[in-house]
């Protein structure tokens, strides 16, 4: 185990101590002389509280060194690690956070699927308590998975004593997956299950995809490590809570969507953004959300994209023109505009034909996508102005017509 730091920048300014070092060593004290007449009704100083007070001065010296070299230290951020370079904690859990590069260059060979099997070693590397959050960047930063604790405790918690009820389905996340943890806590419970009661269970619970049953039944089936009855008694009630705690998670959410769906339903422009293309049920709020109620606050559509931070920045000088990545926006706005661009693939005839026209000319994936974006922003700008609905057929006419002209 050795020592690094997060900012050994810092560490430069330990040179700033040797300054009273040098001071204290090189500069001596001269005497001043006084005339005097008579020194017998003087008292005589001892040698020994010179000594002392010298002692003290030092001391008094060393203490302010060594209170500025902790200053550095703490800027610089000392952490332990092991050989391997992983970051090892003094005490408590973890806060892991996994940057994952999706740039276009990612595509390359097989980094992608070796930075994938890698992001799934971390993950199943942590421990009890550790948390872990999946940021997906390339020319900007989307947080793909935010930071949990519970979910990664209830699988830790079911590996030690119960790895059948972690692998029996596709993920913990999943309702029936804790369904199945609340309903079935042990080993034994499960061991005792028959194929008839594990269909009934699942269509109990709203499976949709029985086709996979047999499958989940063989992997409950498999053999697996078996843990001892004390370990059994231990982990049982914590495995439940865990999974009960994580089913009313999903419960609210899904309460929090349908109370969002209602109060979206009761705006007056809700028909024109649900009109859109790939916006849905999530992505048509958002996407009304900011565009506001105010049509004034965006007399042009360049406004509105600006904020979105879907088109460039330009900066010309003279004869020098450069064009980059506007970085002062709405992210949230921007990741917004991008997942419907993503979306609008898939329902979209325009949208398909712009994206394979634009991917070449662009850098990466996340460049085209910002790009229809920027054209989709556009185009619901219109119809937000003129509080009409989204009409393809028309669009496409609209656009020939337009091509035509040029």
């Not at 810092?10 to 009273?20: C, S």
């Not at 001043?32 to 003290?56: A, D, G, Q, T």
């Not at 030690?160 to 419970?189: C, E, G, K, M, N």
């Not at 419960?251 to 969002?260: D, G, I, N, P, T």
Request: proline share 5%.
């Amino acid at each position: 185990m050795g020592i690094s730091f997060l900012n050994p920048l810092f560490l430069l300014g330990l040179g700033i101590v040797a300054v009273p070092v040098i001071v204290h060593l090189v500069q001596s004290y001269r005497g001043e002389r006084f005339r005097f007449p008579s020194l017998m009704f003087l008292e005589s100083i001892r040698f020994h509280s010179i000594r002392r007070s010298k002692i003290r001065d030092v001391l008094l010296f060393l203490m302010r060194a060594s209170a500025f070299v902790l200053l550095v230290l703490a800027f610089a951020r000392p952490i332990v690690g092991r050989g391997g370079g992983e970051i090892v904690p003094v005490a408590g859990a973890r806060d892991v956070v996994i940057l994952l590069d999706g740039s276009y260059s990612m595509a390359y060979g097989d980094r992608w699927s070796r930075a994938v099997s890698e992001v799934r070693d971390v993950i199943n590397r942590l421990g009890r308590g550790d948390r872990a959050a999946l940021i997906l960047f390339s020319e900007g930063a989307e947080l793909v998975a935010p930071s949990t604790g519970d979910r990664n405790r209830l699988r830790a918690v079911l590996l030690r004593y119960y790895p059948a009820a972690a692998q029996v389905f596709s993920s913990l996340q999943t309702q029936i997956a804790l369904h199945f943890v609340s309903t079935y806590p042990t080993p034994q419970a499960a061991a005792d299950l028959s194929w008839a009661e594990f269909q009934a269970f699942a269509q109990q619970h709203g499976y949709r995809r029985p086709k996979r049953l047999p499958a989940c039944f063989a992997r409950l089936q498999a053999d697996h490590p078996a843990a001892s009855p004390e370990t059994v008694l231990i982990y049982q009630d914590e495995a439940v809570q865990l999974a009960e705690l994580l089913l009313a998670g999903i419960r609210a959410k899904k309460e929090a969507k349908r109370a969002l769906r209602s109060l979206f339903q009761q705006h007056p422009d809700h028909t024109i953004f649900s009109s859109l293309p790939g916006a849905g049920e999530l992505l048509a709020p958002a996407l009304l959300a900011k565009f506001g109620d105010d049509r004034q606050r965006f007399p042009a559509p360049d406004g509105l994209q600006a904020l979105a931070g879907t088109c460039p920045v330009t900066e010309k000088s003279g004869k020098r023109k450069r064009v980059k990545f506007r970085r002062a926006c709405d992210r949230q706005f921007r990741h917004f505009a991008q997942q419907w661009a993503i979306a609008s693939l898939s329902e979209s005839v325009w949208a398909i034909a712009y994206w394979n026209a634009v991917r070449p000319r662009c850098d990466s994936d996340s460049h085209a996508y910002r790009c229809l974006a920027n054209r989709w922003l556009a185009v619901a700008w219109k119809l937000w102005q003129s509080r009409t609905l989204y009409d393809e057929a028309y669009h496409l006419r609209q656009r020939a017509k337009h091509s035509r002209r040029h």
